[in-house]
């Protein structure tokens, strides 16, 4: 079963996922890597030359593919959770959690790197806020939420653990009923 996590950008899926992998000896997968892995090309790139929306139809698809894996811990970008289809492929076979951060955290994580797109605005803090309110309902509808603002990767991993561990528990339980 696969450890899937979504949220926001700037929620800790990245550094949580690399840690959750090596803890418990499974696959690492970025979804954004391998879409730019395959695309010979970066997130960046594909935003300005070809739009959001193309760059949401290679998202599908890597999904779907990735989604076919075991025993992977999956990291996927922020905006994974806008199309059900994705939710749906993902939910086969891993438990899903959406990370979360309050949206001064995402700004001071965020504010260093430019590899966000969706960021890289004349005012990011407006556009994360903006972001954050058009996308809550579709990462509350993501059944495991953890918010990371004042918690370490450790404490985080801890508790992505736990409920993992739980539901695998009761995953035979679960196919029958
Ligand atoms: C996006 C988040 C990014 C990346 C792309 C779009 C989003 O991933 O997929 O820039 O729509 O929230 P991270 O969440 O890993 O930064």
Redesign the pocket.
Known sequence: MNIVLL?????G??VIGKLLAAKLKMRYI???EE?EKEEKST??RI?SRLG?EH?RSL?KKKVAEISQGDNQVI??????V?NPENIKNLERDGVLFCLEAAPEVIFER?RRYT?????ETAGPQKAIEA?LRK?SGYYQKIKNHIDTSDLNPEEVAQKVIRIYRENKKNKPQMDTG
Request: charged fraction near 20%.
């Open positions: 949220g926001f950008m700037g929620t899926k990245t970025d979804i954004d879409i997130i960046s935003f959001e760059f998202e990291s996927s970008g922020g905006g994974v806008l965020t590899h966000r797109p969706l960021l972001l996308r």
